[in-house]
C-alpha cells in the first residue's frame, strides 16, 4: 500500500512529507475525527472494502438469516436445541483450563475479560484457548515438526466441535460455546488458513498481503467475539457495520503486536512489514537485521502506528453498539492495546532492540477511562 499517513491537521489534497516525496491524499472519517492518509499505492481504504465486507457477510447470512428468526440478538432457545450433552463438572474443569491458558498468556486480554459476564467470561476464555492451540502449531516449540497433514487433521477437528463431537477437554468448552451463542465456523477456518500462510510466507509485499494476514490471525477473533458479547437490541447500527468493526479490533491488535515484536521476529527470520513501504522510507530488511534505529526507521514506524491507531478508531464504531455490559470490557482491551503503541513512541521508535512493554499497574490505571468512555459513547 505504500502509504505514508498524516492526521487531518494537515490540509487536504497533496501532500508533500519529509523525503520531499509527493502523495496523493485521501482522507477517512471514523465517528470521532477525519483521518488523512497519504498513498502512493492501493489505499486502505480500498484494500478494507475488497478484503472484508466478503468474510463478515458469509458470517452475516447463516448467523442472521430471516430462517432462523434472529435478528439482532442471539435466539438462546434454539442455540441450545442440538446442543450435545456434556458433563456440567467436566464442563467446569474445562473452561477453568481455558481459563489459565488465557491468563498465562494473553495478559491484557485477559485483564478485559475479568469484566465480563461469567457466561461470556467462559466463551472467550474458550475461544482463546482453541486460537492458541492453533497458534502453537506453528509458532509453539514442536512446530518445526508441523505438517500441512496436521493442519488438516486440526481442521477435521474443528469440525467435530461444530459437529458436537468434541476430542478433548479443551475442544469441549469449545463445543458448548459454539451451542451456546451458536458460533458460525467460518472465522475459524480462516483462522487455520492464516497458520498455512505464517509456515510457507516470511514476507509481505504490501498492505494488501499483510492486511489478509491480519485478518486471519486477529480480525478472525474478533468476529468469533460479537457472538459472545452481543449487539445492543437499541443499536441501529448494521450488523455487518457492527462485526466489521469487531474485525479492525482484531486487526490493530495484531499490527500492534507486529509492531512490538519487530526485533524478535526478525531473530526468527521474519518481517511482517510490508515490503514496498520499507523501500518507500529507503529501508530494507537489512537495516532490520542490523537493529539500527535511524531517523528513516523511526518516520516509517511513526507511520505505521498511525495505520494501527486507525484501526482502533474504527473498532471505537462498533464498540458502543455492543450490548451494555460488554461495552466495557472492549473499550478496556482497546485502551490497553493501544497504550503498547504509546510505549514505542516512549521508547523513541526503537522496536529493533527494545520491547515495548506496559505494566499491570500501568494497564489498570486504564480501566476507568475505558469505563467513562464505555458511558459517554453508549446509545443505552
Ligand atoms: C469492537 C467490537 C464491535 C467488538 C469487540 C469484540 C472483541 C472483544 C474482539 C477481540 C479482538 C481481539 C483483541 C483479538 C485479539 C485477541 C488475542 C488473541 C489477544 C492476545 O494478544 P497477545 O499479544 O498474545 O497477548 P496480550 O493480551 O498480553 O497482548
Known amino acids: 500500500m505504500c502509504s505514508t499517513f498524516t492526521l487531518a491537521a494537515n490540509p487536504p489534497g497533496i501532500g508533500v512529507i519529509g523525503r520531499g516525496k509527493i502523495f496523493c491524499q485521501k482522507s477517512v472519517t471514523t465517528s470521532k475525527q477525519k483521518i488523512s492518509f497519504m498513498f502512493t499505492g492501493k489505499s486502505t481504504e480500498g484494500i478494507l472494502q475488497k478484503q472484508t465486507d466478503a468474510h463478515v457477510l458469509e458470517i452475516l447470512e447463516k448467523q442472521y438469516s430471516p430462517a432462523n428468526n434472529i435478528s439482532r ?20 474443569e474445562a473452561y477453568e483450563r481455558c481459563r489459565q491458558i488465557c491468563a498465562d498468556n494473553a495478559k491484557t486480554y485477559y485483564l478485559g475479560t475479568l469484566l465480563l459476564t ?36 486440526w481442521e477435521e477437528r474443528l469440525q467435530h466441535i461444530f459437529d458436537g463431537s468434541p476430542w478433548d477437554m479443551l475442544d469441549a468448552a469449545l463445543t458448548d460455546t459454539v451451542f451456546n451463542f451458536r458460533l458460525h465456523i467460518k472465522p475459524f477456518r480462516d483462522m487455520i488458513k492464516g497458520m498455512r500462510m505464517d509456515t510457507s510466507k516470511c514476507r509481505y509485499e504490501n498492505f494488501e498481503e499483510l492486511y489478509l494476514y491480519c485478518y486471519y490471525a486477529g480480525g478472525t477473533v474478533g468476529l468469533m467475539s460479537v457472538p459472545i458479547m452481543g449487539i445492543s437490541v437499541k443499536s441501529s ?8 468493526s469487531a474485525l479492525y479490533l482484531g486487526v490493530g491488535n495484531q499490527l500492534t503486536n507486529i509492531l512490538r515484536d519487530v526485533g524478535e521476529d526478525a531473530s526468527r527470520g521474519r518481517v511482517y512489514l510490508p515490503q514496498d513501504e520499507l523501500a518507500e522510507f529507503g529501508l530494507s530488511d537489512a537495516d532490520i537485521f542490523s537493529r539500527k534505529v535511524s531517523d528513516k526507521w523511526r518516520e516509517f514506524i511513526k507511520q505505521q502506528i498511525i495505520r494501527a491507531r486507525y484501526f482502533y478508531k474504527l473498532a471505537e464504531n462498533g464498540a458502543s453498539q455492543l450490548e451494555k455490559a460488554s461495552q466495557w470490557p472492549t473499550w478496556s482491551v482497546l485502551t490497553m492495546y493501544q497504550k503498547i503503541l504509546d510505549a514505542i513512541e516512549e521508547n523513541d521508535y526503537d522496536n529493533l532492540t527494545k520491547r515495548a512493554y506496559v505494566g499491570k499497574i500501568q494497564k489498570l490505571s486504564m480501566l476507568p477511562q475505558a469505563y467513562s468512555k464505555a458511558h459517554s459513547t453508549s446509545m443505552v
Open 73 to 92: 440478538g442471539l435466539d438462546h432457545d434454539l442455540c441450545r436445541r442440538n446442543k450435545p450433552q456434556i458433563d456440567a463438572v467436566f464442563l467446569e
Open 237 to 244: 447500527a448494521s450488523a455487518l457495520s457492527i462485526y466489521k
Open 118 to 153: 461469567k457466561e461470556r467470561q467462559k466463551a472467550i476464555w474458550a475461544i482463546y484457548a482453541w486460537c492458541k492451540r492453533t497458534d502453537e502449531l506453528v509458532d509453539g516449540p514442536n512446530s518445526f515438526c508441523t505438517s500441512s497433514a496436521d493442519l488438516d487433521r
